[in-house]
């Protein structure tokens, strides 16, 4: 099994590559994006030794079949997916901000609360909450747009407005669609027996409509509990089945990495690597409901970029 960890593609029109934690996007005569997520992986914002066979196609097929799923609820970026591992789309000004939705009080917000914080991102939480809680209703925890090799960092409703980073009008838009897809894929989620815990959302412009960017509800970008055993796990206080990038990071965690300065990503053995990819397939099936077809990795790189420029052309 073989892993795409990077690109260097020369497209016709291409005016810029823009190198993410895990995608690689192509500017393309500044209107179209094509993004190929890589099997690359991130945890802690720090891009691990190895890649995840399959990861790649698994991510972006997800977001491909979930950006079709809510076309009614705003315009979004994507226009085709020559690639398994690819999707074209128009090109957005991006606001610099992730929306961050969350139905439960888990992952960092958790630890944020148990160290004593009750108000985050301007949203007070109240007391007496234990991990793995439903919200009352759904919260937007928004975060920076960082800089590669920087942490996100928690911002308010308020310090975006006084920023400039978004305008009110702007700002109460993305709000909208944010709880709305966030609905949407709660929604989906059930229907798979899962429960969508959080999520993130980013958002651009595009000849002034505000549209969806980037992947969605996949699990990197997303945390999913099984709805099965979730209030009985919850009341005994025990850890839940969770279907996300959780286990890589509880795996760096029992193994003393948490992307903190002077610290060693543990050895990332095949047998790990295998067992990574295995359990992304898991998810993938549990997430759409179908069976995972694998695509064939004797040549990632000129696979990709047949299928691309032929969609170009």
């Known amino acids: 099994m073989k892993a795409l960890t990077k690109t260097d593609f020369h497209f016709p029109g291409q005016k810029s590559v823009y190198h ?60 085709a997916t020559p690639d398994p591992m690819v999707t074209v789309g128009v090109m957005c000004e991006g606001f610099p901000v992730e929306m961050i939705v969350r139905g439960y009080l888990c992952g960092s917000a958790w630890r944020a609360y148990k160290g004593g914080v009750r108000e985050i991102c301007g949203v007070k939480l109240s007391e007496g909450m234990r991990e793995n809680q439903k919200f009352p209703e759904p919260i937007i925890t928004p975060t920076t747009k960082a800089e590669i090799g920087e942490h996100d960092a928690d911002i308010s409703k308020e310090e975006i407005l006084a920023q400039g980073l978004a305008t009110p009008e702007e700002y109460a838009v993305l709000e909208k669609y944010t709880m709305a897809l966030f ?40 945390r999913y509990f099984y709805s099965e055993g979730y209030e009985d796990l919850f009341k005994k206080g025990e850890p839940q089945k969770q279907l996300s990038k959780e286990f890589v990071r509880e795996w760096l965690m ?24 295995e359990r992304y397939i898991e998810l993938y099936e549990h997430i759409t409901g179908e069976k995972f077809v694998k695509e064939d990795t004797s040549n990632i790189a000129e696979r990709i970029e047949k299928n691309i420029e032929a969609y170009l052309g």
Not at 45 to 64: H, R, Y
Request: aromatic fraction near 8%; proline fraction near 4%.
């Open 254 to 277: 029992d193994n003393g990495f948490q992307g903190k300065a002077g610290q060693q990503v543990p050895e990332m053995t095949d047998e790990i690597v295998t067992s990574i990819s």
């Open 183 to 222: 609905k949407r894929g709660t929604e989906i989620a059930a229907e798979r027996g899962l429960i969508l815990v959080d999520t993130k959302y980013e958002f651009g412009k595009h000849n002034g409509t505000i549209y969806l960017m980037d992947e969605i509800h996949t699990p990197d970008s997303s």
């Open 20 to 79: 993410g934690k895990v995608r690689d996007v192509y500017n393309i005569n500044g209107e179209k994006l094509v993004m190929v997520a890589t099997d690359r992986i991130s945890a802690f914002d720090v891009v691990l030794p190895k890649g995840i066979p399959f990861k790649g196609q698994m991510l972006n097929q997800i977001a491909a079949k979930f950006l079709d799923a809510t076309t009614d609820i705003c315009p979004n970026w994507k226009m």
